[in-house]
């Protein structure tokens, strides 16, 4: 099973939009179909706030993985934050999730990314160390806050 990275355009919304409402669902976000196409849609447009990524082969994707872009002093730059990452269930713990992660980081690192953010649930602790083996740290002292609009 290959971990190869496609950049999604418009012509893969019908691919994705599947997989992204497994993810909500297993995520317990609530979405509906309408809100995740419009939203995937402006993305796929070719936004410069973010990309997304299918995952293996371009026709038949066995996941995805969703980069919003800002920029951050601290960083001295232009930073991504993993803001989904799913890979269906049946292909899931043989290493497709770190191969991505590591590939990812390389070819955002090559354009000019200073670095990769992205959060995890408390108590998942398998994706908690996939990231660690993929060279994800935890910060300490911080924690995400987030205010709703």
């Known amino acids: 099973m290959s971990a190869t990275l496609h950049l999604a355009t418009l012509e893969d919304l019908d691919r994705l939009e599947p997989m992204v409402a497994a993810f909500h669902s297993l995520e317990g ?3 509906d179909e309408e809100n ?3 939203t995937l849609a402006r993305l796929l447009e070719g936004t410069p706030h973010g990309v997304i990524y299918l995952i293996g082969m371009r026709r038949a994707p066995v996941g995805y993985i969703a980069i919003s ?3 951050s002093i601290e960083s001295k730059g232009i930073v991504g934050f993993i803001d989904e990452f799913f890979i269906r269930e049946n292909v899931r713990g043989r290493g497709m999730g770190t191969e991505v992660l590591a590939s990812l980081s390389t070819a955002l690192g090559q354009n000019g990314i200073k670095a990769l953010h992205l959060r995890v649930e408390r108590d998942n602790v398998r994706a908690q160390r996939m990231y660690a ?3 994800f740290r935890m910060r300490e002292g911080y924690c995400l806050m987030t205010k709703q609009h």
């Open 29 to 31: 976000i609530d979405s």
């Open 36 to 38: 995740r196409r419009n």
């Open 69 to 71: 872009f800002g920029f």
């Open 133 to 135: 083996r993929a060279g």
